[in-house]
Every structure is written in C-alpha cells, then in structure tokens.
C-alpha cells in the first residue's frame, strides 16, 4: 500500500472511530467542578421580613447562579451562634459568610460604623456611589483585612424610622435618662442628649419594651417593627431617622474560603450582593408605605417627626462624634473618615440640587392623576 493510500484510510477509520463514541458508545468525560457547601450566619430572626427573607434571596441567588457548585445555607440568628457573634464565626471559620450590618462590630474598629449609617450621614444612594465609585470599598477591604474578612454590600433599606417611643417628646428634657435601644454612633449621638444607651438584636428588642428593660426603641422601619409588634408596648413613632439615613447591610466572607474559590464564583458573590442591594432597598420602599397604614388605621399608632430642636440638637452631637474619629481614632479609622468626608461634601451639594430640589417641587400645590 503506498504511503498516501494508507494515511486517507487512517484517517478514515479514526473518523468512523469518533462518530462512533459520539453517538453515545464512550462519551468524553466531562471535567468535574467541585461542590461546596458554604454556611451563612445572620443576626435576624429566621424568614425575618425585609431582612431575614434578603439574607436567603441572597443565599438562592449565588446557589443558582453558581449552579449548584456552590450551596449556601442560611442559619438565622441563634441557629449556629447568637446574633452579635455572626462576624467573629467567620474570622474563626465556624461560618464562612455573614449576613448582617457592619456597625455592629464597631468594638473591633470605629471605622466599621461608616459602612452602615453614620448619623447625618450618606442616603441609600450615596452611601452606594461612595462604596462603588469614590474608594470606599477599598478602604473597606484594608480595614476587614485585618480581620481576614472579604466585604460587600448586601442590602439597604434607606430611610429608617426615628424610633418607637411610650411618651411623646415635648422637649430634649424628655430624654434625660431614657431607656434607648440603638446601635453604632447613634448611641453615642443619643448619649450626648442625655439618653442611656442600650444594643440589641432585633428579635430581643420587643420583650426588652414590654419588659421595661429600655423604655424606647429604634430599629428599621414599618415593614420590620410592624412584624415585631412594638406597637403593643408603645405608640409614638417618630421620623426621621436622622441616625440611619440609608442603612447598608453587608456580606461578610472568610477571606480564605473567598480566596479558595474560582475567579467566576468570586463574580457571582459578588454581583449577586450587589443585586440584592438593589433588591432590598425595592422591597423596603414597596412595603413600608403598607405597612405604615396597617400601623396607623389599624393598630392606633401615632406618627410624630422630631422636633426642630432635637434634630439639631442630634446634628451638633453628631458633628462632635464624628470629629472626635477624625482627631483621635485609629490610623484607619482616620483614613476612612476623612474619604468619607470628602465623598459626604460632593455628594450632599449634588443631591441637594437633584433629590433635594425635585421633592420640593413635587410637594407643590397641585393636582396630579391619581389611582
């Protein structure tokens, strides 16, 4: 047989040979990706509205869209460990992700505050602009570094309420020795107008009213503190909240277990948080306005705003505390509170022109269609 007689037949039978195992005789095997199973803590209560019910849409999404290479299932708060002991399960590797709010680990760094609330501080969307687009998730980064943990952004849910009260507030004399629940450097805020200051997780708050443990109570929202029942145990409702403007809530990673994972599912956990920021901050927006009536027409609760007196009471002891960070806190604390500063000034001016500008004017005197 000559030489090129016999490579057209070799080269035919390997042919013959693939379509053979393509028709399903000896498929290729298929590369196997590895299965993980990641444990998420939170500091809700379980199927929590608003919050808890955020921390499994998360938990859903990065399973799905990791299909299935990545599993992550939830434990509420208490199921693994208590509530305020989320952060330190995923430094220590009991859990490897938290869901949660990072103000509440300001006994580790003061620095942690700013990517939560601060009081007279940034809205749902500047806090977002900061974080994605002015170097604040890099500050963010250096300062959980330590800690070995990995952030993201998790949730909001804007504007929150001022806070649950037995009495009305006649005058700042009011609050000279109140009971107060409120976490991050709002306590300090409201300490600095004669308040006792008090932190507790959210599934605590309602015994510690009816108690008489604290005497008032702030937390989220309609949509939460309807579920809550604080409207049992106290009828005044006060807004704004002028301490938690535009609350975020985070994804906290063991920064090894994020470190194992491939760069696609590093993306997925990723994009996942910051689809589920957008989706809580809708949701928030969507249900408190309902559950605000429910409150009002159907449970007698009595909506106030603040005085005049206090919030500006409540703006001075904030500027106080704030510069007080700058001047004396940790070198990152430092670093952190001056970018948000900077971000805070360019941002405020801008939403003043834009945000501030159009809800005035739409609360002109005129009418428009209504449902």
Do not use: C
């Given at each position: ?170 005058s700042l004399d009011d609050l000279k020795g ?194």
């Amino acid at each position: 047989m000559k030489r090129r007689d016999f490579m057209k037949t070799a080269a035919a039978t390997t042919a013959t040979a693939g379509a053979i195992a393509g028709a399903g005789s000896f498929p290729a095997p298929a590369v196997a990706q590895e299965k993980r199973e990641l444990k998420m803590v939170t500091t809700w209560p379980k199927n929590f509205p608003g919050l808890g019910t955020s921390a499994e849409r998360l938990a859903k999404r990065i399973t799905e869209m990791s299909e299935g290479t990545l599993t992550v299932r939830v434990f509420a708060a208490g199921e693994l460990v208590p509530a305020l002991e989320s952060i330190d399960a995923v430094i220590s590797g009991t859990a490897d992700m938290s869901h949660s709010a990072a103000y509440y680990w300001q006994g580790k760094t003061k620095a942690l505050n700013f990517f939560t609330g601060v009081p007279y501080g940034f809205t749902a969307s500047e806090i977002s602009a900061w974080i994605r687009y002015m170097g604040g998730q890099e500050l963010w980064d250096e300062v959980y570094d330590d800690f070995g943990v990995k952030p993201f952004m998790s949730g909001q849910t804007g504007v929150q309420a001022g806070g649950w009260f037995r009495n009305e507030l006649t005058s700042l004399d009011d609050l000279k020795g109140l009971k107060f629940r409120t976490p991050g450097l709002a306590g300090e805020v409201w300490r600095r107008l004669g308040v006792s200051v008090i932190n507790l997780p959210g599934g605590e708050i309602y015994q510690a009213l009816q108690s008489g443990r604290i005497d008032a109570a702030e937390f989220v929202g309609p949509l939460t503190d309807l579920a809550l029942g604080f409207y049992k145990v106290a009828q005044n409702y006060y807004w704004p909240s002028f301490n938690e403007p535009g609350l975020a809530t985070e994804l906290a990673v063991n920064k090894s277990v994020y470190s194992s994972l491939t760069k696609g599912q590093q993306e997925i956990i990723r994009t996942a948080s910051e689809a589920e920021y957008d989706n809580m901050y809708a949701e928030f927006n969507a249900r408190n306005a309902d559950s605000l009536k429910t409150l009002t027409e159907e449970h007698g609760v009595k909506v106030h705003e603040f005085s005049r007196e206090l919030l500006i009471a409540g703006g001075k002891a904030a500027a106080e505390v704030i510069e007080e960070l700058r001047a004396e806190g940790d070198e990152k604390t430092k670093k952190v509170v001056e970018s948000y500063l900077q971000a805070r000034q360019k941002l405020v001016g801008w939403s003043k022109v834009a945000d501030g500008a159009y809800l005035s004017a739409r609360l002109l005197p005129f009418d428009y269609a209504r449902p």
